[in-house]
């Protein structure tokens, strides 16, 4: 049999990642019910508040120190892609754009030439609890569009296909493709400038629920891709001929079909998969340009300009208690997903 994993890494914070992708961060918080405010009812007293990264009472505030989430912050130079399993995300940003989506919702911003949001993570519910569970992906941009306009695309629930593939023994393995396509089901194009939106990217972000005992398997890329599928809860699983038992990111081989098959629990992963852009990375904090003259000249075009400023009265805009999921464009067009 061919090797089917040829690395694995332990899962840390944040996980890592190979070209075209940057970083990538998996959040699960077991938020309580709200206060009037939107955040937690529960005391915050005794954390580390602005930089709250250490898991009590079941969640953490981040660099929230009233909402939880990630205030007012800025970025250059590639994209963030937020898929949103469980709860809820406020978006605001420097465009005077702003958006509430989870629940199976995909947030794709490319942040191209400079642009300033914040991400809150709303306690909408106060007779109930508020958990969250999300991913958020950076992807990076090739030197030729990292000076694109910013633009975000929402990636509503009812199109993002769930595909179920049921085993010869009729135990089922769930596929949810953010990104890429699986038996000619594709969600909707990602921006116009992405890396993503190029075909011979085969860029696919793929999350896989398996039954106890499920096995699927993955087709195999073409040439030159690189893939790493992210086991991050259940007991085991088998990839190939490899039995991995702790939570970790496995490298796969290209171009082979690799059976995948769940131990005595049910688990999950996520599958990052693309072709590398191949060229050289500076990054620093929220910015990532190709040279560190660059990336200096982000430094100082953001001191000069803030990106447009910030036209929020707060950092840690979150939008009313009632509102549901919604996206409002810069020019004040408003979508909303159809269920």
Not at 33 to 60: I, K
Not at 221 to 232: K, M, N, T
Not at 283 to 299: C, H, K, Y
Request: include cysteine; charge should be negative; charged fraction near 20%.
């Amino acid at each position: 049999m061919a090797i089917a994993v040829t690395q694995v890494v332990p899962l840390g914070f944040p996980w890592v990642t190979v070209d075209p992708f940057l970083f990538c961060v998996y959040h699960l918080d077991a938020y309580p019910a709200g206060n009037a405010d939107q955040g937690p009812v529960t005391s915050l007293a005794g954390r580390s508040l602005g930089h709250d990264f250490t898991v009590r009472d079941g969640f953490r505030m981040y660099h929230g120190d009233r909402v939880p989430g990630f205030p007012q912050h800025p970025h250059r130079g590639f994209e963030t892609v937020t898929v949103v399993r469980r709860g809820l995300v406020d978006h605001a940003d420097s465009l005077g754009a702003t958006a509430r989506y989870g629940a199976g919702d995909v947030q794709w911003l490319t942040t191209g030439a400079g642009i300033q949001h914040a991400e809150m993570f709303p306690c909408v519910h106060t007779d109930r609890a508020n958990p969250l569970e999300l991913f958020q992906i950076w992807l990076n941009l090739p030197g030729a569009d990292k000076m694109v306009e910013p633009h975000f695309k929402m990636l509503w629930a009812d199109d993002v296909p769930t595909i179920e593939r049921r085993d010869d023994r009729g135990r089922i393995t769930k596929i949810t493709v953010a990104a890429g396509s699986l038996d000619g089901r594709s969600p909707p194009s990602p921006p116009p400038s992405s890396w993503a939106s190029r075909e011979t990217s085969d860029v696919a972000i793929w999350t896989l629920q398996l039954q106890p005992g499920a096995r699927f398997v993955l087709p195999p890329v073409s040439e030159g891709a690189e893939r790493v599928l992210y086991f991050f809860d259940g007991d085991q699983v088998a990839v190939g001929d490899h039995v991995q038992r702790t939570h970790g990111a496995m490298a796969l081989a290209r171009e082979i079909s690799i059976p995948v098959v769940a131990g005595d629990a049910p688990c999950q992963m996520l599958l990052l998969q693309g072709r590398p852009i191949g060229e050289p990375v500076a990054q620093r904090g929220p910015f990532v340009m190709s040279t560190e003259t660059e990336l200096a000249q982000a430094f100082a075009d953001y001191r000069r300009t803030q990106f447009g400023g910030w036209p929020w009265p707060g950092a840690d805009p979150v939008h009313a208690r009632s509102e549901g999921r919604f996206a409002r464009r810069p020019d004040g067009k408003i979508e909303r997903p159809t269920s």
